[in-house]
C-alpha cells in the first residue's frame, strides 16, 4: 500500500499520447508539484479536456503513462480515485437529487467520506440540503461540487473548466476555496481554464496546450518574468532577430511581438519599448507562433 | 452500494409512482368489480355471463401486474439520464468498482420486480378469497412465468443500453427489431391467405385451423411451464450472464 505521503510529484505526464480522426494529443509531457495548483491553459478544443479525461482513465489512451499520487493511474486506479476528486464545468448529477441524497450517495462510496464536513461546506456555501439540484443556479452547483470533492479528504482535485461561466463574485469565491484547500501541503489541483485571470491568482505553475501539443510548461512567476512585448513600428520590426520572437502580430500602427527572453531582449533591444505580459498574451501569442506574423 | 441503489430509486421516482399509481388503481378496480358481482349491479351480469365476466376478471387481475412490472424498465431509463447528465463519466471517477455500479441498477431493477411479482401474487390471493374462490394454479404459474420474461427482457435491454449510450439508439434497436418481426409474421400470414385463398378456405375456420391454434397453445403453456418450474435457476443464470456483460460494455473506454 503506497503511502500518501512520499512522492514528489502530484501528476506526472509522460508522452501520453491520443488520435482521434483529425484531433491527436501528442506526446505530452508536463508535471504537477505536491503542494501546489497547475493552471492547464489552453482555448477551446486545444485538448485540454483530453488530457484530463485521460488522467481520470474516462477514456483510453493510445501511449503514454500517467503517474498520480505516485501510483499508476490504471494499475492502482481505486487506491488512487480515493484520494481524487474531479470538479466539471456542469454538474454530473441528475435535477432530482438534492444534497441530502448525494450524502447518501457519496458516503457509501468514498471510505473517508465525512457527513460533518460536507454540512459544513454546505452551510459555510448557503446550499439548501433538500433543494432539488435543478432549481440551483449554476454558481450554487459549482459550489456543491465543491463541497462534494472536498467531503472525503481528498489529496488532489481535478478541475475541468470549473470556474467557466461563473460570475466574477462566486469565481473568486472558488478561487478562495482552492487557496485555503491548498494550505495542506499535501494537497494538489490541476485546474484546466482558458479564463487565465483566475489562472494568474492562484497558479503557481502553468501549461499552455495548443492543438494537441504543449507549447510552454513551468513556474507562472517565471513564464511572466521571462516573456514581454516588445511594441514598435514596423521599420523597427524587422530589426528584431527571427529566432527571438515567439510570433508577431502586425497591425496598421505597428508591431506588438512576443518574446520568450525579456532580459535578453531588454538588453539587446534596448532602443524598443519592452513591456510585461499576461497569461492570456502569452496564450494568444503562442497559438499564432506557427504564422510567426499575425493581426 | 447502497447509496447507488437509493440513487437509482430516487431518480426514477416518478416513472415509479405513474405505473404504481395505475397498478394501484386497477387493483382496485378488481375489488370493487368482485364486490359488485358478489352484492351488487353486477351479480345478475356475473351469474348470467359467467365465461365473459370470469375473462374480465381475469383480465383485472393481472392489469396491475402488467402496470407494476413496466415500472422495472425505470432503471433502463435511468442509464440514458446518466449519460445525459454526464453522470457515467463522474462515476468513472469514483473508487468504486464497475461490478458495484452497474450491479446496483440490477439490484435497483431485481427488488422492483421481485415486489411487483409477490405484491401481485398478495393481491391475487386477497382477491380470489373475497370473490369465494381459491387462487388457481395457473394464475400462479402465468405470474412466475411472466415474471420470468420481463426479468429476461430486463436483462437483455439493460447492457444494450449501456453498450449504447443513447435513447434514440435503442428506440431505433427497438423499431428494427418491431419492423423485422412485423415483415416476418407479414410474409408468414401473406403466405397463408394465398394458401388459403388457392384453395378457398380463406373465409372458414377449418379443423386444421383449431389443430394448430391447440398446437400453438400446447406450446405455449409448455413455455409457461418451464418458466414458472424453473424460474430459480433460469433468472440465476441471465442474471449473471446479462450482469458480466453490462460490466465489460461499461468498463469499455471511449476514446
Known amino acids: ?295 | 452500494m447502497r447509496g447507488l441503489i437509493y440513487k437509482e430509486f430516487k431518480l426514477n421516482r416518478k416513472f415509479y409512482s405513474s405505473f404504481m399509481g395505475m397498478a394501484i388503481m386497477f387493483g382496485l378496480l378488481g375489488f370493487l368489480v368482485v364486490l359488485s358481482s358478489i352484492c351488487g349491479n353486477l351479480k345478475n351480469f356475473a351469474a348470467d355471463n359467467k365465461d365473459l365476466f370470469g375473462f374480465i376478471v381475469s383480465v383485472l387481475t393481472y392489469m396491475p401486474f402488467a402496470m407494476a412490472v413496466f415500472s422495472v424498465f425505470g432503471v433502463v431509463h435511468s442509464v440514458f439520464s446518466d449519460f445525459k447528465t454526464n453522470w457515467t463519466y463522474y462515476s468513472y471517477t469514483l473508487p468504486t468498482k464497475p461490478m458495484v455500479t452497474v450491479g446496483a441498477r440490477y439490484a435497483a431493477g431485481t427488488i422492483t420486480l421481485a415486489v411487483c411479482s409477490i405484491g401481485s401474487m398478495i393481491y391475487s390471493y386477497i382477491l380470489a378469497a373475497v370473490a369465494g374462490t381459491e387462487l388457481s394454479e395457473t394464475l400462479i404459474k402465468n405470474l412466475v412465468a411472466i415474471t420470468v420474461i420481463v426479468f429476461v427482457v430486463l436483462a437483455f435491454c439493460l447492457p444494450v443500453a449501456i453498450g449504447l449510450k443513447d435513447i434514440k439508439k435503442l428506440g431505433l434497436v427497438g423499431m428494427i427489431a418491431f419492423i423485422l418481426l412485423t415483415v416476418v409474421e407479414g410474409i408468414d400470414m401473406i403466405k397463408m391467405v394465398d394458401e388459403k385463398s388457392k384453395d378457398g378456405t380463406l373465409s372458414t375456420y377449418t379443423a386444421e385451423d383449431e389443430a394448430a391454434g391447440e398446437l400453438m397453445e400446447q406450446k405455449i403453456f409448455a413455455v409457461r411451464d418451464i418458466l414458472a418450474d424453473y424460474w430459480f435457476i433460469i433468472i440465476p443464470v441471465v442474471l449473471i450472464i446479462s450482469l458480466l456483460i453490462s460490466v465489460k460494455l461499461y468498463q469499455r473506454r471511449e476514446k
Open chain 1, 1 to 295: 500500500m503506497n503511502d500518501f505521503e512520499n512522492y514528489e510529484n502530484a501528476i506526472e505526464i509522460r508522452d501520453l499520447t491520443v488520435k482521434y480522426d483529425g484531433f491527436t494529443l501528442d506526446h505530452i509531457n508536463f508535471d504537477v508539484a505536491k503542494g501546489s495548483i497547475m493552471g492547464f491553459i489552453g482555448q477551446n478544443g486545444a485538448g485540454k479536456t483530453t488530457t484530463i479525461k485521460s488522467l481520470l482513465n474516462i477514456i483510453k489512451r493510445d501511449e503514454g503513462s500517467i503517474k498520480m499520487l505516485g501510483l499508476d493511474n490504471i494499475k492502482d486506479e481505486y487506491a488512487i480515485k480515493e484520494q481524487l476528486s474531479a470538479v466539471f464545468d456542469e454538474l454530473p448529477f441528475d435535477d432530482q437529487l438534492n444534497a441530502k441524497d448525494l450524502n447518501f450517495i457519496l458516503r457509501d462510496v468514498y471510505r473517508e467520506w465525512d457527513s460533518n464536513l460536507y454540512k459544513g461546506y454546505l452551510d459555510r456555501f448557503g446550499l439548501p440540503m433538500k433543494k432539488k439540484f435543478g432549481d440551483f443556479s449554476k454558481g450554487m452547483k459549482m459550489k456543491l461540487q465543491i463541497a462534494a470533492a472536498l467531503s472525503h479528504n481528498a489529496k488532489l482535485l481535478v478541475m475541468d473548466e470549473a470556474t467557466t461561466g461563473l460570475d466574477p463574485v462566486v469565481r473568486n469565491e472558488c478561487l478562495d476555496i482552492f487557496l485555503e484547500y491548498l494550505q495542506d501541503e499535501n494537497h494538489s489541483i490541476l485546474m484546466s481554464s482558458h479564463i487565465t485571470s483566475d489562472l494568474e491568482k492562484v497558479a503557481d505553475s502553468v501549461t499552455f496546450i495548443n492543438k494537441g501539443k504543449i507549447l510552454l510548461t513551468g513556474y507562472k512567476d517565471d513564464v511572466l518574468d521571462t516573456h514581454g512585448v516588445i511594441k514598435c513600428k514596423k521599420a523597427d520590426y524587422k530589426e528584431i532577430e527571427p529566432a527571438d520572437i515567439v510570433s508577431a502580430r502586425i497591425t496598421d500602427y505597428g508591431a506588438e511581438i512576443m518574446v520568450s527572453d525579456k532580459a535578453m531582449c531588454r538588453n539587446k533591444y534596448s532602443g524598443l519599448a519592452l513591456d510585461n505580459t499576461t497569461l492570456e498574451e502569452i496564450m494568444l501569442y503562442y497559438v499564432n507562433a506557427e504564422k510567426k506574423e499575425w493581426s
